[in-house]
């Protein structure tokens, strides 16, 4: 099954407001940056999206936020993005945060058809508020729902026609499991190799959870801190 579109704006078709989108990525590494631009342009508005970070002013997610396209952020950490300061404490942007590692189990595990789990991170905090706790071997469990989403978002490396998807570094984060949390998931890559092509031992994502893949061009590669020692 060839799953190749032309480019990130044939690969957003069938998206709605309302929907809740999850991305992967780091930071800035590891982010789909062509697929963000093109939703930020497509207008669609009153999104749930799921992403460990918001971007920051002007790029990645920042896009979305600065047009008003977000309604509600599930996020980790979001500290480097004053616009999303601002919309929150102004009450225009909901905000739902998550220890770093429950993100990624949460989303681990709606890609895994697990509709829950226990974690005793977050216990006796603002995190496991209004969540069932549950007591295992003497120790308190707060009970996570997993994360699904209606479209997701990943950028690889490497990837072939069929949607088989090799991450590079870095941008191994968050990526592998977000794209298997998607009913659609969209892959982009920085190289696209003919099917067969991959070594089956180097594939970190199988093509069975990817839709649509599509070259991605213009990567800008942001740093979103530097930081330099004095010689």
């Not at 699904?148 to 984060?173: E, H, I």
Request: hydrophobic residues 35%; contains cysteine; glycine residues 14%.
């Amino acid at each position: 099954m060839n799953k190749l579109v032309k480019d990130a704006y044939e690969a957003i078709q069938g998206i709605q407001d309302g929907m809740t989108f999850l991305f992967g990525g780091f930071g800035l590494s590891g982010i789909p940056e062509n697929s963000i631009k093109a939703l930020s342009e497509s207008g669609v508005k009153n999104l749930t999206c799921v992403s460990n970070n918001a971007g920051i002013d002007g790029f990645g997610l920042g896009l979305l936020l600065s047009n008003g396209q977000i309604k509600k952020m599930v996020s980790s950490y979001v500290g480097e993005n004053e616009l999303f300061e601002k919309l929150y404490l102004e009450g225009k942007l909901e905000v739902e945060f998550n220890p770093q590692g429950t993100l990624a189990e949460r989303l681990r595990a709606g890609g895994a058809g697990i509709p829950g789990f226990y974690t005793p991170t977050g216990v006796g905090t603002l995190v496991a508020q209004g969540k069932e706790i549950k007591n295992f071997d003497g120790r308190d469990y707060v009970l996570e729902r997993g994360i699904k989403g209606d479209f997701a978002f990943v950028k690889a490396w490497r990837g072939d026609a069929f949607g088989n998807l090799m991450f590079r570094k870095t941008s191994r984060n968050f990526n592998p499991m977000v794209a298997t949390a998607g009913k659609i998931t969209v892959a982009e890559v920085e190289e696209l190799v003919p099917v067969g092509s991959m070594d089956p031992d180097h594939i970190h994502t199988p093509a069975i959870y990817v839709q649509r893949i599509f070259q991605g061009k213009n990567y800008e590669r942001r740093i979103e801190n530097r930081t330099f020692r004095k010689g």
